[in-house]
């Protein structure tokens, strides 16, 4: 029997919880032209709702054109132009690569799909009003699982379990923990910039101590970045730190800097203007992420390849492929190294 989105613990009227369930689920493709409708009297009894009650919904959905009668037999959906996909695109924050993965992920759905974003802020609570609002209304929900704490990383499970696995989409950060079977794309934050840092052997020769900088204090980021950078330093005899604010590093000849976030970079090149080292040959920086800003100050940058991972996801929602499909990571050498 038809699946009825309905909480009768809701303040919303009976009457428009059934017809804003149909509705939404004529617009996902859950309910079809032509498909027929449970009866008043198969509603009334599943949902225990007063018959007056469903005729009057089916009464609007007649009257709003998602349904018609026919004496006799029923009340059947009345939808004349094929569905689109409604997709839920939550990401953690706004940011230039954000826009590369929206931008790309809608223009390669096109007009198959109708693509709505919301923001989480980092955040499980709103992660998870998110997700409860919106449950039964999209065909696809793709998530961006980015947390301000590990604690809530961790607890993200058990939102990420109450999106179905064939609506669920992970995208940038996986999410090992989580065992059903669902569509991701995503960074493997750890091999890569080991990968990143093991390619750039030979322009990293000069500088004999490494320096992680990671955003400051409260501002979430893939902690297997350091794990990563850690793993490579040690297996290559390089002297290395990690720091959170450059303000405290004294720029020293013979050492590069890994610099994960933009204020950082701009102070970094702050000091580094200010004292009679040259970069790319005293001292050295790569970035994480491309920005034509970047390339314009002659900056090496290691970066996943965000556009592909809009793509690849798209690409991959559309053919109802559920696999895991790790992005491409590249890097730019330029002069700054």
């Avoid at 794309?185 to 500088?207: E, G, M, S, T």
């Avoid at 790790?326 to 050498?333: D, E, G, R, S, V």
Wanted: hydrophobic share 40%; with cysteine; aromatic share 8%.
């Amino acid at each position: 029997m038809y699946a009825l989105q309905f909480d009768p613990e809701s303040s919303t009227r009976k009457v428009q919880q059934i017809v804003q369930s149909i509705i939404a689920d004529i617009e996902r493709g859950v309910l079809r032209h032509r498909d027929k409708l449970p009866s008043i009297c198969e509603l009334s009894a599943e949902y225990d709702i007063a018959r007056d009650t469903v005729e009057r919904a089916y009464r609007q959905l007649k009257q709003r054109g998602f349904c018609i009668s026919k004496h006799g037999q029923g009340y059947f959906v009345q939808a004349a132009v094929a569905p689109k996909l409604k997709v839920l695109l939550v990401v953690n924050k706004l940011s230039s690569y954000k826009q590369l993965i929206y931008d790309a992920f809608v223009e390669t759905l096109g007009e198959q799909a109708q693509v709505e974003l919301a923001i989480h802020h980092n955040s499980l609570q709103q992660l998870e009003r998110i997700i409860d609002q919106s449950l039964g209304q999209y065909n696809h929900y793709v998530l961006l699982p980015h947390f301000a704490t590990a604690a809530e990383a961790k607890d993200c499970l058990r939102v990420l379990r109450k999106v179905p696995a064939s609506e669920l989409v992970l995208l940038d950060k996986d999410v090992p923990d989580y065992s059903p079977r669902c569509l991701r794309v995503f960074q493997d934050f750890d091999r890569d910039i080991f990968n990143a840092l093991r390619d750039l052997q030979a322009p990293l020769a000069k500088y004999e101590r490494l320096v992680l900088v990671t955003p400051g204090l409260g501002i979430p980021y893939p902690t297997d970045i350091a794990w990563g950078f850690r793993a490579f330093c040690l297996n290559y005899g390089k002297q290395y730190s990690i720091c959170t604010d450059i303000r405290g590093e004294v720029p020293a000849p013979g050492t590069a800097y890994v610099v994960m976030d933009t204020p950082n970079l701009a102070d970094l090149l702050k000091k580094v203007q200010l004292t009679p080292y040259k970069l790319g040959q005293d001292i050295g920086i790569l970035s994480f992420n491309e920005t034509p800003l970047k390339e314009l100050l002659d900056i090496t940058v290691i970066s996943t390849d965000f556009q592909e991972m809009g793509r690849s996801a798209a690409q991959l929602l559309l053919a109802k492929e559920q696999v895991s499909l790790k992005n491409p990571f590249y890097t730019q050498l330029r002069g700054s190294l």
